[in-house]
């Protein structure tokens, strides 16, 4: 569990996250979204421990992050697994490779262990027979899956990705979305996700807040948002005439 208490973050003169307060449950796939500058690449920093706070906590599991130790902090870090837009794999490395980075960097696994645990977690993601290949030979969607691999092969408690969609298609984003939420459930891990897809929000948010000019201005369920009558989640929401369809279709069929 990640709680949130009033949380800010600024830049000079320039507040940016005024007072979040939210929590995310393990298990669960939790949703950021809000318009572009809203905050939301902040807060995700924010939990991350790239920014600092001025003021308020993130307490992961009752532990609050800038209270830890050096050893609590590298234990944290261990616990932590990150998607990033556009995947970030090693170009020069294979997936094997990219997969087993950060069994290298944090564990004394022998090469056999390390191996089984990459093959294991590639058979997770649906990516057998792929352990040779370069990211340059592999589709989007394959990349994303192989980046999804590299995040949970520590076996993380808290699996935070920024973007995961961006630049798939319609198609194949659902899956990744599909592939994050069972994982996130089968491993009970706390997920936060920022994201710009609403396809997204109305298929794996089970949690769902909503930034605007740096405060929550919402937060609730995905089946919530297709009933709420907050004007700015709406206004943002429904922007599209397809999603207004949607909506209104959902709204018809549970009266
Ligand atoms: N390191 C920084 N220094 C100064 N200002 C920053 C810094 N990082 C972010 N900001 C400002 O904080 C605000 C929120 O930015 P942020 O990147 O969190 O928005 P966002 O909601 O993620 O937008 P997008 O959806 O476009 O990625 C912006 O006005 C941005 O200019």
Redesign the pocket.
């Known amino acids: 569990m990640i709680e949130v208490k009033d949380l800010h973050k600024?830049?000079?003169d320039?507040q940016?996250?005024k007072g979040i307060s939210t929590s995310f449950e393990p298990g669960k796939t939790s949703l950021?979204i809000?318009?572009?500058?809203?905050?939301?690449?902040?807060?995700?920093?924010s939990l991350i421990g790239l920014?600092t706070p001025e003021k308020g906590t993130i307490s992961f599991d009752g532990r609050i992050n800038t209270q830890f130790t050096t050893e609590e902090k590298r234990q944290w870090r261990q616990e932590i697994g990150m998607v990033f837009q556009g995947s970030a794999l090693f170009d020069s490395q294979t997936v094997e490779e990219n997969v087993m980075f950060p069994l290298k960097m944090f564990t004394k696994q022998v090469e056999e262990e390390m191996l089984e645990r990459v093959n294991f977690v590639l058979k997770r993601v649906n990516l057998e027979n792929s352990n040779h290949k370069f990211p340059a030979e592999l589709s989007g969607g394959m990349q994303k899956r192989v980046a999804i691999a590299r995040a949970i092969v520590m076996n993380p408690k808290y699996l935070f990705c920024d973007?995961p969609n961006s630049g798939l298609d319609p198609n194949t984003a659902i899956l990744i979305d599909e592939l994050i939420q069972e994982i996130t459930q089968e491993y009970k891990i706390t997920t936060v996700i920022?994201t710009?897809d609403m396809n997204s929000v109305m298929q794996i948010g089970q949690k769902i807040v909503f930034?605007k000019n740096?405060v929550k201005a919402w937060e609730g369920t995905s089946q919530e948002i297709f009933k709420t009558d907050n004007e700015a989640v709406v206004k943002f929401v429904y922007s599209s005439e397809l999603f207004k369809k949607v909506r209104k279709a959902y709204l018809n069929e549970t009266k």
């Open positions: 600024g830049f000079g320039v940016v996250l950021i809000g318009q572009s500058g809203s905050g939301k690449t902040v807060f995700l920093k920014h973007e920022n710009h930034l740096g």
